[in-house]
């Protein structure tokens, strides 16, 4: 039997696929790009916008963002750059990999920014204040309008599998409305794709028993399993 046939056994977690694992990474047997791409596709389609460039928020939304333009034939460009001499030092891989919501320092591209209409693909929101940082961010760049895409359904149940998760009241979407969210987050329009969506993006027989979603829907399984990487290039 192969590990993707035992793995079958208990619920996978759906997070890997949105953040915590690598994107060059193979989980549970199915490509993490793969789904971060074809994500991005489905949410093109349940939240259709009109823009001028669609940017992610580096580095986890990179893939899911490609989807999006491509489904959307909106431009793609890097409107946000991650500073890869801040954080390292502060922040330990086994953190940043393991925590939610946890994002290395950003700076904006003005000259891709100034005066457009941005897509913003982001792989999911937590607390909402990261967010809000990054809207500002883009916003101060001269952005004419913000659309914030997200990869990730609302997360409104704390992970209790060993994820370092917020408390219940510190997720945005536990308490407050998508619209409530947008004006928080201070973007022009907000949408998540749906969890049908996401689980539909793995590809895979059998979705809704194959993995854990428990932090959207509060369905705690028996059986979670996670971070099983069974390919990882150097
Ligand atoms: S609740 Fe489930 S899907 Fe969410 S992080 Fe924990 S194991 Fe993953």
Known sequence: MSSADDAKKCSQCIFEHVYFARPDSNMFGFSVYETRVRSGRILAQEHPVQGDVVIPVPDSGIATAIGFSEQSGIPFAMGLIRSHYVGRTFIEPSQSIRSFGVKLKLSPVADILRGKSVVVVDDSLV?????????????????????????????????????????REELIASSKSVEETARFVMCDTLGYISREGLLRSVNCENPKERFCTACFDGNYPENPLMTVPLAVPD
């Open 127 to 167: 607390r909402g204040t990261t967010s809000r940082k990054i809207m500002e961010m883009i916003r101060g760049a001269g952005a004419r309008e913000i659309h914030l895409r997200i990869g990730a359904p609302p997360v409104t149940h704390s992970c209790f599998y060993g994820i370092d998760t917020p408390t």
